[in-house]
């Protein structure tokens, strides 16, 4: 059951939110011995939470209800929840407790969510695979010896395996979406702005949904979006109604898509690239929508990501370390988030000054030249699928055998660069390798074009059908 159905069950008291958190549990308690998902998990609040709210529904007119009312949420735990733990993945805070919510979560509670627990993330989202010197390994539901994805593998793992059907996460070059098309559901990342952030410098990274189907996902951006006094730089509201976009969407045959099959010139799986080029082909028979293929002529996202996000990493070893970077190997520090620090220390202030600048403008204009006379645009979400556990590599080595040039960089070149046009963008599945591991596709659209996005996605999902194919754990 998808969690908009579960709120409309609650509403109508077809179901209890007893019930809902119970079985939930239920669920996590069976799969999380396999998964590793949840840094923390609080029950007995969730249960006290459930039957207070379960007196409200008896109480209270549907129609005044929050939208997710006495549905289950899990968190990702890079997002504060006051009173309860928030680790951001790091030994260093294993025993942090934050006094206020962040903003999204106080606006999921304030909708009637509960809190089932706080799910796993590498060293503050550092990493685009899930382990962590805190929590080990997070697993993949559909094949436990290969990765979850990251940073909000935790969150991914526990939705593809029906723990839940609300996870609450946050991307800033894939890190909602490398998850998802990992574990086979849905994650958005939305427009830059949609969603506002404490991290006031922060004009990347943006807190977002993943789902078992698309219109949970516009259900959270819907009551997640807005501004807040706390973030100077987030949107006002749309006006859009992305319940309704999606609700509504029938088909694509107003629309002119566009096709990149390899970004950049990257190399892709060839596995990944035929269930994409094949899922592309039934799209545009079965929604009755054009679709073009395209060069998008990006910088090197790989290079890119060096030269933007590295410098910071010194820091984060800092932090990481009390201040001992030379003891971050025997702390637990990953060793890509180690040898990524090293780059950073090499990186001139020009070279990062050049990236933030006029390198990001080149990546904005890559996608306008494109989305400028198409609607939206589709790319693979990942070159590969998901891979075994890298370790100290924290990627995969090869691709079609030839050696990644950064392993824990290079499956994040085609979600690296929407976030830093900060344009919407959406994965969802779109086929299974031979290994029975799940594909994902990623729908790009213009700036602030998020409803257009969800609404593709939904009849996406009505061509392509995943919401009901789960792991068998």
């Not at 006094?229 to 109604?241: I, K, M, T, V, W």
């Not at 556990?389 to 995969?396: A, E, I, M, S």
Request: net charge negative; charged share 20%.
């Amino acid at each position: 059951m998808s969690g908009d159905a579960m709120a409309e069950a609650v509403r109508r008291r077809e179901v209890s939110p007893v019930e809902l958190v119970d079985a939930v549990l239920d669920r996590l308690e069976r799969t999380e011995p396999k998964l590793n998902a949840f840094v923390t998990v609080v029950v007995e609040q969730a249960r006290e939470q459930a039957r207070s709210a379960e007196k409200v529904v008896m109480t209270t007119a549907p129609e005044d209800l929050p939208p997710i009312f006495g549905v289950p949420v899990t968190v990702k735990d890079l997002s504060d929840t006051a009173g309860i733990r928030t680790t951001y993945g790091a030994v260093a805070y294993k025993d942090h407790v934050p006094t206020r919510d962040s903003i999204s979560w106080g606006r999921l509670k304030a909708a009637g969510g509960i809190l089932i627990g706080k799910t796993t993330t590498p060293e503050f989202g550092g990493l685009g695979v899930t382990q962590s010197g805190l929590t080990g390994v997070t697993n993949n539901p559909w094949k436990l010896t290969h990765t979850a994805g990251g940073s909000s593998g935790g969150a991914a793992s526990s939705v593809a395996a029906g723990v839940g059907a609300l996870a609450w996460g946050s991307d800033g070059g894939g890190s909602v979406r490398i998850p998802a098309a990992c574990c086979g559901v849905v994650g958005l990342k939305p427009s830059r702005g949609r969603i506002p952030t404490e991290i006031l410098w922060e004009s990347v990274a943006s807190d977002g949904p993943l789902t078992r189907t698309v219109i949970d996902s516009a259900l959270l951006l819907q009551v997640t979006s807005g501004p807040h006094h706390r973030d100077p730089f987030a949107l006002e509201q749309s006006g859009q109604d992305y319940v309704g976009a999606v609700r509504s969407a029938r088909d694509l045959s107003s629309l002119r898509l566009a096709f990149a099959p390899n970004p950049a010139g990257a190399a892709v799986d060839n596995e990944v690239a035929s269930i994409v080029s094949a899922a592309v082909a039934a799209i545009s028979s079965a929604a009755g929508c054009e679709v073009d293929q395209v060069e998008l002529d990006v910088p090197d996202p790989v290079d890119y990501f060096v030269d933007y996000w590295s410098p910071a990493f010194p820091a984060l070893i800092d932090l990481l370390t009390d201040g001992n970077p030379d003891r971050a190997a025997e702390m637990g520090v990953p060793a890509a988030t180690i040898e990524m620090a090293r780059r950073g220390a090499e990186i001139t202030t020009s070279a990062y000054l050049h990236a933030a600048g006029p390198v990001r403008g080149e990546i904005y204009s890559a996608f306008d030249r494109v989305l400028s006379d198409h609607d939206l645009l589709i790319t693979p979400t990942m070159p590969v699928a998901a891979f075994p556990h890298p370790g100290d590599l924290g990627g995969n080595s090869h691709v079609n055998g030839v050696p990644a040039k950064i392993p824990s960089i290079d499956f994040h070149r085609f979600t690296e660069s929407p976030s830093h046009a900060g344009l919407p963008a959406i994965t969802v599945p779109c086929g299974f390798t031979r290994d029975g591991l799940p594909v994902g596709l990623q729908i790009v659209g213009p700036l602030y074009a998020d409803a257009a996005v969800l609404a593709a996605a939904a009849v996406i999902e009505q061509v392509l059908p995943w919401s009901n194919v789960r792991p068998s754990l």
